[in-house]
């Protein structure tokens, strides 16, 4: 089926451990975006790519990193992780930037300890 | 920067109710926009508007962008079982996109 894929699905991690979050679409998006969702709060944008080549910081960017692997793909890494950093990261892609994120991918749960 | 506050937190719904759920700020946005959120997954666009005043339909649910461009609402009409989930309003400002923190329906019992 068509649409935003997420690896790995559920993630238990060590404080200061390292780990690239995978995330692929399928349907020629040009942007594709990173969130994070904690309780309570609506999601919050930590990296988006507004096309192939480009990467940008959204609004809680400090302590990751992204890469615009090709057109498909957009990985999340956390160099070193920290316990602030448990929550549900969900990957989304739209055919434009400037546009509303169009589908999300069904969230990585990651638990740091 | 951009705030959205979204009410009510939570209710639940009795099939066969109306439900009615808002999205207010003090900034004003380009667009506003719906997702619902089913547990394990990740949220689905439901309806957006794109225009102050717009009123526009997705089946049994209504939104609207009002007027002051600082709010929005969702209509559910006629409630079924498979209308619980969480509800996120978003708003646009530029290409900043900016979420509500839900609302979450639950079925009364």
């Known amino acids: 089926n068509a649409g935003v894929t997420q690896t790995p699905k559920f993630q238990v991690l060590k404080t200061g451990q390292s780990m690239t979050l995978q995330c692929a679409q399928d349907m020629n998006h040009n942007s594709m975006y990173w969130y994070r969702q904690d309780p309570g709060m609506g999601l919050r944008l930590i990296y988006y790519?507004?096309?192939?080549?480009?990467?940008d910081k959204g609004e809680v960017p400090n302590g990751y990193n992204v890469s615009r692997l090709n057109k498909r793909e957009f990985s999340l890494r956390l160099e070193s992780a920290a316990p602030s950093q448990t929550s549900v990261y969900f990957c989304?892609?739209?055919?434009?930037?400037?546009?509303?994120?169009?589908?999300f991918g069904d969230g990585t749960r990651l638990s740091i300890l | 920067g951009q705030q959205l506050n979204q009410s009510p937190q939570s209710m639940f719904i009795q099939e066969g109710e109306d439900v009615s759920m808002n999205c207010t700020s003090s900034s004003i946005f380009n667009t506003w926009l719906w997702y619902k959120q089913d547990p394990g997954e990740g949220p689905v666009l439901l309806i957006a508007?794109?225009?102050?005043?717009e009123l526009t339909s997705n089946g049994r649910l209504t939104a609207q962008f009002g007027i002051t461009r600082k709010d929005s609402f969702l209509n559910i009409s006629a409630s079924i079982p498979s209308d619980v989930g969480i509800y996120f309003c978003?708003?646009?400002?530029?290409?900043?996109?900016?979420f509500g923190a839900g609302t979450i329906l639950r079925v009364k019992s």
């Open positions: 989304a892609s739209s055919q434009t930037e400037g546009i509303q994120p169009q589908h």
């Open positions: 508007l794109y225009k102050a005043g």
């Open positions: 790519s507004a096309s192939e080549g480009t990467t």
């Open positions: 978003a708003g646009l400002y530029g290409n900043k996109l900016v």
